[in-house]
Each structure stands twice: as structure tokens, then as C-alpha cells.
DNA sequence: CGGTACGTTGGAAGCGCTTCCACTGCCGCC
DNA sequence: GGCGGCAGTGGAAGCGCTTCCAACGTACCG
């Protein structure tokens, strides 16, 4: 077996420094390198990373933080997808993806990502409007990407879509199919995305001129308070309502069912996030598409170009997002 | 900034080795010791995890492959448990996570990580009988524990709960209540612990000498099968279900409930895993505990132990399980 | 009191790779 | 035809750490 880059040099009769060159894609000649490359592929030859890593500076490893509730994160599909965007972009660019989840404290976690010296850079969601661990892995020299974004950070690099925008587009739609008393299940206050869509549905509602005194309540982006909030919504007499997150809307959908009313007949209802299910509730959900998966692949992309050009502007990113229009807002498709 | 180990030998007056033994504790006076641990911690200082692994042919960091299919890893809570025991006690022995999900084939996984030549060691949840990536990782000179175990594998090193053993235990239960017909929805075919569980259901029945003709239905662990499940055997006449994991039980209870029958008087119900909302199902769900971040935590101690000794005989852990008997099954507490 | 053993320390040799620098030969240009 | 330049290559110096080995001093034994 061969172990090393020695071994392999004498193997195809070159200096080490050019099995370097060639693993490295350096410059080598066509003859050279297609010597070594068969040499190469005929043992099956692997760099250690740890000598490569000492050698370069750099690892080949990229931390994934989501500091994040453990019930939300894996109740809630959002967080699988873009771990498999990620976890995918990152084997293609053949690097290492070392995972922090929410187990300790945020200063325990930034002391521990920062310590381990290992990482070519982080990838974390930001979720909240203010937090000290993604404060601190921007202040560190640590190249960093966001996943979801503070208005604030303008020199930060960041993977986003636009929330108000897409929350905007989707009231609209209601009021387009006719629907005026529209009310709003919002995410978790205090969250970027919870806030952002709520300013996209008052935008709208206020461009229609229409009041939201009584429309607007408070949720967490799970199902329990979706049912919480569409119980007081339907008290209030909406005739539709746009929840924050799909699963809220499944939680909504549920008292909606409970009350005798129909979907979208007597209350549309609209979600976000476009997650697996949402076509396959009954009826099929309303809602804002947002590639998850393309947000973590991108995520992953712009975290690359930092590391390779440590120096370089900051790599901002707004995905577009979708309207998945379905029959729980629009009848369309006559049901048995 | 203290970078390296020399800059930390000559502030605290001694050589690089001496640093060295310190930072691994090797055998140092007392005095010298505290000296130098006393800049150690004045200056922050961490040691350069890529030298290091160079030098010492070791990492810490360890593997964690969970090749499941995404909708089951991220719905099923049980495997965010797993992964927060792994993570706390990886953190707490300052080693690091790196994570597999199941994007690609297994061969492919099997490749990438006997490819990255950086791990110490690996765990992998094994819940399939034949796994050719289970297979390949023990194949490996790598260091590898399995979560969940194939009875054939007598010199791999595992951690697992006795499932037969609990299966037995909670059908035995049912029956000392007064059951007789009790049925059981499987978990996924041609996993250990759906098989296991069979195994121990059809064991308590058959000590019981009654038959089981028609009261077994295949599920996969899912609620949805849970419901489909609980359909045919509620059909069938039974008086109890046994659920192969409390994910089913819940669609069991909601079909159970959709026909208007009572729990526990009409049908006793009971689960597995004993997972947080289990404790909040209305009536509170019988289950057997199996405690799943101690699992985690436990495959992570018995790695460490067999990256330390490679030759070492393997690591074979059993965990007890307990019943964990609530309103489901005995009724007890009256209900307003 | 000499010798042995042990605990503690420093010196030095790598671990396997990247990368700078110098060298060679060749082409093309004036 | 001579020379500057360039592409391709090899030599060698590290990257920052662990660990073997030898040296030292001290304590304890006979």
C-alpha cells in the first residue's frame, strides 16, 4: 500500500514535488502529470490530510453550526435540507463537514469552533436577530458564511432569501383571489424570518388599504401554535389565513377542519417553506417555495470563495423564491 | 498571539518537549507543571490539531455515519437524541464530529470515509440485517462502533438495547392486564430492531399459548403506518396494540380514536422508545425507555477506548431498557 | 560511600506534505 | 547566432507537533 507522496514520486520517476504538483493541479506537463495520474489512480493513493493540512494552512474541513433548539431542528424538515445541501456541496468539493448543534451554551460553542483550529471557515444559521455567536464568528478571522442574515451585517457574507418580498407576493395573492380579511400565524418573534415575513404581510395589507388590528398573531414556526393561532384568527372572522411555516399551517389547517369549515371554500390558507408535505396535505397547501437545499449548496459555494480569497469582498446572496399556488387557497380542481 | 509550542517553551523556560508532556499529560513535576500550565492558560494557548495528528498519528476526530433516509432521520426524534449523546460526549472529550448523512450510496459513503484518512475512528448506526457500508467500515482497519447490531457481527464492537428482551417484557405486560388479543404493528422489515421487537412480541404470545394468526401487521415505523395498521387489526378484533415505536403508536391512537373506541378500555395501547412528547399523549403513552442520548454517549466512550487500543477485544454494550407503564395500558387515573 | 534505579528533562529526529527557489533546457526574438 | 524568458522540474526548507533516547540529578540500596 502506498502511504505516502515519496513512495509515489519514485513509483512514476519524478520528485515528490511534482506528485505534489499534480495532486495540487500546479503546473506540470501533460506527459508528466498523465504519468503520475496513472500511478495515482492505479494504487489508489490518498494525501494525508493532517501533512497537507500542516503544509498549507489549510484543512480541507468546514464547521456547520446550528445553534438551534433540538426540538425545532429536527422536528423541523427546513434544517434536514439544507444540511443535505450542504453536506452534498461540500463531498463535491471533496471537503469535511464537522457539525455543531445545539448542545451547550452559545460562548461555550463559539470558544469551541474558534479553539479547535482545525476549520477552513463555518457556515452558521442566523436565525436570530441578535446573537453572540454569530457576532463572534464574524469578529473572529475565521472565514464565515450566514445562513439567514441580520440587516446589520453589511460586511458579512450571507445566503438569504427575501423574506418580505416573498411574504408580500403571497398576501397579495390572497387578496388577488378576493379573500379581505386575511389574517397572519406569525413565525417566532425575534427571528429574522418571523419578523421579515410579517413586514412583507402588513406591506401588502397596507397597500390594500386594509387594517390588521385583529389579524395578526403570534406563533413560533411549530404546529401547536398554528392551531393556537387559527383559533383566534377564525373567532376574529378571517377568511384566510397565511402562516408563517408549513407546519403552522398544518397545526391551523387541523382547527380549521375541527370548526366544519372548508378549505379554501370558507378560509384559504397559505404557508411557507414549500416543505415535502405541503402537496400532500388535503388540500394541497399554498406556498412560498424556497430552495433549502440550493441555499446550503450556495452557502457552501460562497464559503470556498472566501477561503480562497480570504481578502475579498463579501459574498452576498439573495435566492429567489416561488409562489406554489394549490388548491388551499384557490378551489381550482373539482374534489369528489 | 502564542501560535506555537516553541514560543510557550521558551516563555515558560523549559523545552518543547516538556510543553509537549504538559499538554498530554505526560509525566512532568508537579512544579513544572503548574508553570507551565500557568502561561498555557495565560496566553489561551491551543495546540495545532494538524501537527499534532502528524505527529501522533491521531486526529480527535471521530466519524459518525448515520446512513438513513432523510425523511426517517429527521422526523424520527430518536435519531436527534442519538446525535446530542454523540456530540456531548465527543465535546466532552475534546474531540471533534464529523458527519455522514445518507446523500449518497452507500458504497459511495463507504469511500469517502475510508478516503478522508483524517478519522480516529467511526460510529455507525447499523439497523439494517445486511449493510454493505456496516460491512466495509468493519472490513476497514478503522476503528468502528456500531449503534444497533447484526447478531452475526462477534467481534465488532457495539452498543444496543436488548430488544427482544423489551418486546417480550411489554407484550407480557399487556397480557397481565387482561389482554389476549394483543396485536402488534412491526417496525421496518429487515431492520434489527424491527425484527427484535417481532421477535420479542411473538415470544411473551407464544409463552402465553395464544395464537398470533392474524394480530402481526408490517409497519415501518412511521406514524402513517401506524394508522393503516392499527385500521387492519382494530378490524381484526384486537383488544391491545403494540406499537414497534411510539412514532406508530400515534397514528394507531388517531385511527383508534377516529372509530369512536376508548383508550385503555376498549384497546390498550403501547410504544417504544419512550421519546418526550410520548409522556404528553392524551392518555400518556405505555412505552419502553431506551435511553437514547446514553447510547450515544456510551458508543463514544467505547471508540475512544478502541482508538486506544486498537488490538484491544471489542467493546460490546448492552443498555437496559425499562417499561415505562402509563394511562395507556392500566387506565389508572380517571379522567374528568 | 559507590552503585543502581528512577523520575524528570532536553535534544533531536521525524510525521508527510506544500512551496519557495534555483536550475535546466528550449523556444523565439532581435 | 546569442541571449532573455519561460515552462517544467528537483532540491530543500520548513509547517508545529510527538516521542524516542540520552543525560542528568537525586534517593535509596547494599
Same mark, same amino acid.
Given at each position: 500500500?502506498?502511504?505516502?507522496?515519496?513512495?509515489?514520486? +519514485?513509483?512514476?520517476?519524478?520528485?515528490?514535488? #511534482?506528485?505534489?504538483?499534480?495532486?495540487?493541479?500546479?503546473?506540470?506537463?501533460?506527459?508528466?502529470?498523465?504519468?503520475?495520474?496513472?500511478?495515482?489512480?492505479? #494504487?489508489?493513493?490518498? /494525501?494525508?490530510?493532517?501533512?497537507?493540512?500542516?503544509?498549507?494552512?489549510?484543512?480541507?474541513?468546514?464547521?456547520?453550526?446550528?445553534?438551534?433548539?433540538?426540538?425545532?431542528?429536527?422536528?423541523? /424538515?427546513?434544517?434536514?435540507?439544507?444540511?443535505?445541501?450542504?453536506?452534498?456541496?461540500?463531498?463535491?468539493?471533496?471537503?469535511?463537514?464537522?457539525?455543531?448543534?445545539?448542545?451547550?451554551?452559545? !460562548? +461555550?460553542?463559539?470558544?469551541?469552533?474558534?479553539?479547535?483550529?482545525?476549520?477552513?471557515?463555518?457556515?452558521?444559521?442566523?436565525?436570530?436577530?441578535?446573537?453572540?455567536?454569530?457576532?463572534?464568528?464574524?469578529?473572529?478571522?475565521?472565514?464565515?458564511?450566514?445562513?439567514?442574515?441580520?440587516? &446589520?451585517?453589511?460586511?458579512?457574507?450571507?445566503?438569504?432569501?427575501?423574506?418580505?418580498?416573498?411574504?408580500?407576493?403571497?398576501?397579495?395573492?390572497?387578496?388577488?383571489?378576493?379573500?379581505?380579511? %386575511?389574517?397572519?400565524?406569525?413565525?417566532?418573534?425575534?427571528?429574522?424570518?418571523? !419578523?421579515?415575513?410579517?413586514?412583507?404581510?402588513?406591506?401588502?395589507?397596507?397597500?390594500?388599504?386594509? &387594517?390588521?388590528?385583529?389579524?395578526?398573531?403570534?406563533?413560533?414556526?411549530?404546529?401547536?401554535?398554528?392551531?393556537?393561532?387559527?383559533?383566534?384568527?377564525?373567532?376574529?372572522?378571517?377568511?384566510?389565513?397565511?402562516?408563517?411555516?408549513?407546519? #403552522?399551517?398544518?397545526?391551523?389547517?387541523?382547527?380549521?377542519?375541527?370548526?366544519?369549515?372548508?378549505?379554501? +371554500?370558507?378560509?384559504?390558507?397559505?404557508?411557507?417553506?414549500?416543505?415535502?408535505?405541503?402537496?400532500?396535505?388535503?388540500?394541497?397547501?399554498? #406556498?412560498?417555495?424556497?430552495?433549502?437545499? !440550493?441555499?446550503?449548496?450556495?452557502? %457552501?459555494?460562497?464559503?470556498?470563495?472566501?477561503?480562497?480569497?480570504?481578502?475579498? &469582498? /463579501?459574498?452576498?446572496?439573495?435566492?429567489?423564491? !416561488?409562489?406554489?399556488?394549490?388548491?388551499?387557497?384557490?378551489?381550482? %380542481? /373539482?374534489? &369528489?
Amino acid at each position: 500500500m502506498v502511504r505516502t507522496i515519496d513512495e509515489l514520486a +519514485e513509483l512514476s520517476g519524478v520528485s515528490r514535488a #511534482t506528485v505534489s504538483r499534480v495532486l495540487n493541479n500546479g503546473s506540470v506537463s501533460d506527459a508528466t502529470r498523465q504519468r503520475v495520474q496513472a500511478v495515482v489512480d492505479r #494504487t489508489n493513493f490518498r /494525501p494525508n490530510p493532517a501533512a497537507r493540512s500542516l503544509a498549507s494552512g489549510r484543512s480541507g474541513v468546514v464547521g456547520v453550526v446550528m445553534h438551534i433548539d433540538s426540538h425545532l431542528l429536527f422536528r423541523d /424538515p427546513y434544517f434536514s435540507q439544507l444540511l443535505q445541501g450542504m453536506s452534498d456541496a461540500l463531498a463535491d468539493g471533496s471537503a469535511g463537514m464537522m457539525l455543531w448543534l445545539g448542545n451547550c451554551s452559545k !460562548e +461555550e460553542t463559539l470558544d469551541r469552533i474558534l479553539g479547535i483550529r482545525l476549520l477552513d471557515g463555518v457556515i452558521v444559521t442566523a436565525h436570530d436577530l441578535d446573537d453572540p455567536l454569530v457576532d463572534g464568528l464574524l469578529a473572529s478571522r475565521l472565514p464565515t458564511v450566514l445562513i439567514g442574515h441580520r440587516s &446589520a451585517d453589511r460586511t458579512a457574507s450571507y445566503v438569504d432569501v427575501d423574506h418580505v418580498h416573498a411574504a408580500d407576493a403571497m398576501t397579495t395573492h390572497l387578496l388577488e383571489t378576493g379573500r379581505r380579511r %386575511v389574517g397572519h400565524i406569525t413565525g417566532m418573534r425575534g427571528t429574522v424570518t418571523g !419578523e421579515d415575513r410579517l413586514t412583507g404581510y402588513r406591506r401588502a395589507m397596507h397597500r390594500a388599504r386594509l &387594517a390588521i388590528d385583529d389579524l395578526v398573531v403570534d406563533g413560533d414556526f411549530n404546529e401547536p401554535s398554528g392551531a393556537a393561532g387559527a383559533a383566534v384568527l377564525l373567532d376574529h372572522g378571517v377568511d384566510a389565513i397565511f402562516c408563517a411555516n408549513d407546519a #403552522t399551517a398544518v397545526g391551523a389547517l387541523r382547527v380549521i377542519r375541527e370548526r366544519g369549515l372548508r378549505v379554501p +371554500e370558507d378560509v384559504a390558507l397559505a404557508g411557507f417553506d414549500d416543505l415535502d408535505f405541503a402537496a400532500h396535505l388535503d388540500p394541497p397547501l399554498t #406556498t412560498v417555495r424556497q430552495g433549502v437545499r !440550493e441555499q446550503g449548496a450556495q452557502a %457552501v459555494s460562497s464559503l470556498f470563495q472566501l477561503v480562497r480569497d480570504r481578502d475579498g &469582498a /463579501p459574498r452576498r446572496v439573495i435566492l429567489p423564491t !416561488e409562489l406554489v399556488i394549490r388548491q388551499s387557497t384557490v378551489g381550482g %380542481v /373539482p374534489r &369528489a
